[in-house]
């Protein structure tokens, strides 16, 4: 039997909860990490906040993976119908780049020679948990770990449906069909973001080379797209991107998920915690989704920091991040939640003329200089 109290427990098994379980153990504690393995080695790729980035140079992750990701220093938010672009300029706001794009392959790399003899690993499928007002005990075989609060990171989390956390969810009836290509021509530090009707379509190059698609389709489009041949695919695509790149690869490895908003009354119940994308889920337009979920590590490193903590799982601890986080995740779920429903909302789509309303509602949008500055601000932070 082993006893370790004061030890924080996260469980996950995405870049979130690795990236928690370092941080932690960074600051001394000792951590229990309860996941499936490392994140999936896959295509994915982010967009990451210049200040995220700085945070993770202080983190300690490898120069490597510092050379590897891609400066963006243009933003550029086209209204495809009216043919009218809003471009966002690092050098007009005295900044160095407006983001950065990160392969998910090149985390993993990175988050893997992080390894600390203060994280302790168990199996998320074999671990039980019984919860009292004074810690949260992990136990798995002949393991039993008292831990001081549970960070539960993942999407879907069982201990954040199946309990008081007051979860709100909106379905957008949208997906997103996320790829890359490689092109030989194009502005390679510049992103563009197109509205249409059907859709939003962001292009995020991914180096001088490779770009990164995330298309948020309606349903009548995705039916569309889902159902065309590589070739075929491939002449719709580039008619929309209207030469913004050269596409000179094929288009065949396509991921699709269903868009939704997720949002919680209450970030914890007793001694868990909920952070990243078991917290909340926004729209992918903004790429911002990670970004969320590493703002929210910095908040819980920042409270550890401000003082010694001698339970991170009390009440007062907890409201004080719960604070710190609330104005954030609610103004970037706010500003997707508007952008995507000027083009996907029923109210635009089933009652009023499409071909001239929506492009006007877009422009009008994207003019306001007060969401201009929201951008902009969840952009770099």
Known sequence: MVSKKGAIAVRGSGIVSHVCAIMIARLGYKVIHIKRGDPLNNDSFFAITPSIIDWLRRLGLPQDFFQNIHALKKINLINAQANIEHLFNADEMFLDSLAFMVKQTDFIDALSSKDSANIFNMDLDQTSYKENSNYVECSSGSESIKASLLIVCDADDKEIINDGFGETVKQYNQTAITFSFYA?????????????????????????????????????????????????????????????????????????????????????????????????????????????????????????????????????????????????????????????????????????????????????LLKNKFLKQAIIKQATQ
């Open 184 to 364: 030989k021509e194009g502005n390679f530090d510049c992103a563009s973001q197109f509205f249409f009707e059907d859709s939003i379509l962001a292009l995020l190059p991914l180096s001088h080379s490779q770009v990164g698609v995330v298309w948020s389709c309606n349903n009548v489009l995705r039916d569309l797209l889902v159902h065309l041949n590589p070739e075929n695919f491939k002449s719709f695509f580039e008619k929309r991107i209207k030469k913004r790149f050269s596409v000179d690869s094929e288009l065949n490895a396509k991921n699709q998920f269903n868009l939704k908003l997720k949002t919680l009354d209450s970030v914890f119940d007793k001694r868990v915690l909920a952070i990243g994308d078991a917290a909340h889920i926004i729209h992918p337009m903004a790429g911002q989704g990670l970004n969320l979920g590493l703002r929210d590590i910095r908040a819980i490193e920042a409270l550890l920091e401000s003082s010694k903590i001698a339970d991170a799982g009390n009440e007062n601890f907890l409201r004080r991040y719960e604070k710190m986080r609330k104005k954030d995740v609610a103004q970037l779920a706010l500003l997707t939640d508007v952008l995507s429903n000027t083009v996907h909302g029923e109210h635009y789509v089933n009652k009023l003329n499409k071909g001239s309303i929506i492009p006007a509602a877009i422009n009008g």
